[in-house]
């Protein structure tokens, strides 16, 4: 069964320092997303991206964030320099086509650790 | 952010017996629905989910009920198994929003054999 996968497992960085998060969407899925788990809190979204641009974006999706599908396959998120707050983890999704109603696929996540 | 509520943080079920799970919400522009299972160091799994023109959706252990005007739904799980045991997330989506995700903050299922 196709999946969402994510690289890496967990991340770990001093405060300042850029991290990229990498995921591959299931392969016909048209929509991408980010989302993320700060421990002890909801699921947040971060943005949505379709067609080789973000569709929406979050107030937490600031300009130290941004996304890029470098290639048909990887789908990343670039946070230009960490801040401790950012500490969480961070899902991608994706899914099919833009449909009424269809059904985001989660990757298994990774966990940044900024210090 | 409190469109999408889950009062029970966790819930204690013996196996065999039902579980039910409650959500609520406040945003009458959502009209898509599901739910969500995650274990730890894993992400959220699709369990379930419902359109809000229909009220009932069942998939084998699984129904989801939607009850529009009291904008809340609920998720049963019959007869619940020791693997159901995890973190459930009632989630929503507003087709003219984008239909990103809004989550609740989860129930904690524990079965007990």
């Known amino acids: 069964e196709p999946e969402v996968t994510q690289t890496p497992s967990h991340q770990v960085t001093q405060m300042g320092q850029e991290v990229i998060l990498r995921c591959v969407p299931i392969?016909?899925?048209?929509?991408f997303y980010w989302y993320r788990q700060i421990l002890g809190q909801k699921v947040e979204f971060l943005v949505s991206f379709y067609n080789n641009e973000i569709s929406e974006k979050s107030e937490i999706f600031d300009d130290q964030f941004s996304v890029e599908r470098p290639d048909g396959s990887n789908f990343t998120l670039k946070i230009r320099s960490t801040k401790l707050e950012d500490s969480a983890m961070y899902f991608c999704?994706?899914?099919?086509?833009?449909?009424?109603?269809?059904?985001?696929?989660f990757g298994p996540g990774t966990r940044l650790l900024v210090l | 952010d409190q469109q999408v509520k889950q009062n029970s943080p966790s819930l204690s079920v013996q196996e065999g017996r039902i579980s039910i799970l409650n959500c609520d919400y406040t945003?009458?522009?959502?009209?898509?629905f599901l739910w969500y299972k995650k274990y730890p160091a894993e992400g959220p799994t699709f369990l379930i989910s419902?359109?809000?023109?229909?009220d009932k959706n069942e998939d084998g252990r699984f129904t989801v009920f939607l009850n529009k005007s009291a904008k809340h739904l609920s998720l049963h799980i019959v007869p619940s198994q020791p693997g159901d045991s995890a973190v459930y997330f009632c989630a929503a989506s507003a087709s003219a929003a984008g239909n990103k995700l809004t989550f609740g903050g989860g129930t904690r299922v524990l079965v007990k054999p």
């Open positions: 999704a994706s899914r099919k086509i833009l449909a009424v109603q269809e059904t985001q696929y």
């Open positions: 945003n009458s522009m959502f009209d898509y």
């Open positions: 392969s016909n899925h048209l929509y």
């Open positions: 419902i359109s809000s023109i229909k």
